[in-house]
Every structure is written in C-alpha cells, then in structure tokens.
C-alpha cells in the first residue's frame, strides 16, 4: 500500500468507511470554494432568466508527490487535476443523511 498524504480542502470532516475501518480527515483550515457571478439576462415566459459565471475561488495549492487534495465536486470538474479527489460512494444514515464515503474518485474534465 502506498502512503499518501491527503489534505482535506472542504469546510467538513470527511469520512471513509470500509469493511476494515472508518478513517476521518478532519478540514485543513484551508477552503477552496468556487465563486460566482451573477447576470440578469431576461425573462422567459415572465421568469426571471440570469447567467451564472463560476470560477475557483482562492490559490490552488501545489502539486506534490505523494499528496492529494479533498474537495467538492465542482472545484474538482472547474480544476481538472488528478490529485483533487472527491468523497464517492456516499453512505447515508436511516434518515439519508450523508455520514460518509466508501472511495474517492478522479474527476476528468470534460
């Protein structure tokens, strides 16, 4: 097994749980966000119409061997990198509430 630093860049602890274990990554302190602008650009049928504009909200940390970043799935597709992993198979409590993940996944930009 190949040892791995992960940096978890989400507002919350994320959990992994398998068969063997339950592993938490607390938050780094460090948060990347996406941030959006806002357009009015119309109606449609008397609906009010906007344009949003994503874009990555802060630095994005460096590539390091051996280290791989935990975030949300939109900074994930708007970053493009193969060291942002996302929480993946998610596991949800009797009242569907997400209490964790069973794997991360690499998120390939479109």
Known sequence: ??????????????????????????????????????????????????RKTLRLDGELPPRQEGVYYVVSLAVAQMAGRPDFLVPDDLVRDEEGRVIGCRRFAIINPS
């Open 1 to 50: 097994m190949r040892v791995v630093n992960l940096v978890n860049l989400t507002p919350h602890p994320v959990v992994v749980v398998s068969d063997r274990e339950v592993r938490r990554f607390e938050p780094s302190g460090q948060v990347l966000r996406l941030a959006e602008t806002v357009e009015n650009v119309g109606e449609l049928d008397g609906i009010p119409l906007v």
